[in-house]
């Protein structure tokens, strides 16, 4: 079946350290996206990539880092730098990078920082 | 600054009662909108969405809803509200146009009493 997947679905973390989320679909899309979700606030937009090695910021990037070296695969990197990393992340993908592409969401990482 | 809104935190109905969530959006042109739904510790789900031509779209679920121009709102219906509809509703708008952002509402609860 295709889908996304986000692993792991709890990621535990100490203050100070870096930590990968992984992103990985089978869907043959191009573009791929990356949200923070917190209660009372909705989506906000992290990170997306339209295509394979290219990526743009979206509303709320500082803190975290990604990359695009393959089309399944989406990884973001929650730095040090993130002031309240905790939060649940969750990832997306659409066919193409225009907005009338549905856009297809993994189960999502809780990452809680202690 | 464009925005969009969901007034109602949290609702409440009753099983087989008809239901009506709110959106309002902040634009000067018709946007792109998209209805989502997230069970508990999911992922997102789109429901419905609307680009151009009949105001009035069906989506999955039994779910529809009806975009307003003169009152900048696209809000969601189901005629009889089945217990598995219990779940958190997003309304998520394309502020640029047909580019490739959406922005969310911040999401309604909906919770079915028995």
């Known amino acids: 079946d295709g889908g996304i997947t986000q692993s792991p679905k709890y990621l535990f973390r100490k203050e100070g350290q870096n930590v990968t989320l992984s992103c990985e679909q089978n869907?043959?899309?191009?573009?791929m996206y990356w949200y923070r979700q917190d209660p009372g606030q909705g989506l906000r937009l992290i990170y997306y990539?339209?295509?394979?090695?290219?990526?743009q910021k979206g509303d709320i990037a500082e803190g975290y880092s990604v990359s695009r070296e393959k089309k399944e695969s989406f990884p973001l990197t929650v730095t040090s730098a993130q002031k309240n990393p905790t939060a649940f992340y969750l990832c997306?993908?659409?066919?193409?990078?225009?907005?009338?592409?549905?856009?297809?969401f993994g189960p999502g990482t809780r990452l809680t920082v202690l | 600054a464009q925005s969009v809104t969901q007034p109602d935190i949290h609702i409440t109905v009753s099983e087989g009662a008809s239901l009506e969530l709110r959106c309002n959006y902040s634009?000067?042109?018709?946007?792109?909108l998209f209805w989502y739904v997230q069970s508990p510790g999911q992922g997102l789900q789109l429901l419905l969405k609307?680009?151009?031509?009949?105001?009035l779209v069906q989506g999955i679920k039994g779910f529809e809803a009806e975009f307003k121009r003169s009152q900048s709102s696209f809000n969601l219906r189901k005629p009889s509200v089945h217990w598995s509809d219990a779940a958190e509703y997003f309304c998520?708008?394309?502020?640029?146009?047909?580019?490739?952002?959406?922005?969310f509402g911040t999401g309604t609860q909906l919770k079915v009493e028995l």
């Open positions: 634009y000067g042109a018709t946007p792109y």
């Open positions: 609307y680009f151009s031509g009949d105001t």
């Open positions: 998520a708008v394309d502020l640029t146009g047909g580019g490739n952002k959406l922005t």
């Open positions: 990539s339209q295509i394979v090695n290219d990526f």
């Open positions: 869907l043959n899309h191009d573009a």
């Open positions: 997306a993908s659409s066919r193409g990078a225009k907005s009338y592409n549905e856009q297809f």
